[in-house]
């Protein structure tokens, strides 16, 4: 079990910067696991936008935020964070923590066990 508590959200102009943060309870994150952040603009499907691998901290990205957006993590504080930068009216969305347990590498939501509740990002153009 692990409950994953998102924050940082809000509302940016473009050209800003933000960082959402994701606290993992309910246990010690295992180096197997990964971590990672997707978003879900309204009204579409829910997509991959950074992963980080807990033991290696090898991290990945979607080519749409590759270069502006940054994941890293804090082992000891059981913490991810997305740092996001040069935003765009097209990375509004509601941002969610995801957690997997004994991830292989996949970018599909369906294949991540944890969530967090989401937390909005918003762009105007």
């Known amino acids: 079990q692990a409950d994953l508590v998102e924050s940082g959200g809000g509302l940016v102009q473009a050209g800003d910067s933000l960082r959402l943060s994701c606290a993992a309870s309910?246990?010690?994150?295992?180096?197997?696991?990964?971590m990672g952040w997707f978003r879900q603009p309204s009204g579409k499907g829910r997509e991959f936008v950074a992963g980080?691998?807990?033991?290696?901290?090898?991290?990945y990205y979607a080519d749409s935020v590759k270069g502006r957006f940054t994941i890293s993590r804090d082992s000891a504080k059981n913490t991810v964070y997305l740092q996001m930068n040069s935003l765009k009216p097209e990375d509004t969305a509601v941002y969610y923590c995801?957690?997997?347990?004994?991830?292989?590498?996949?970018?599909?939501?369906?294949?991540?066990?944890?969530w967090g509740q989401g937390t909005q990002v918003t762009v105007p153009s």
């Open positions: 995801a957690k997997s347990p004994g991830w292989d590498g996949s970018y599909s939501s369906s294949d991540w066990r944890y």
């Open positions: 309910g246990g010690r994150t295992l180096s197997s696991s990964a």
């Open positions: 980080i691998r807990w033991g290696t901290g090898r991290t």
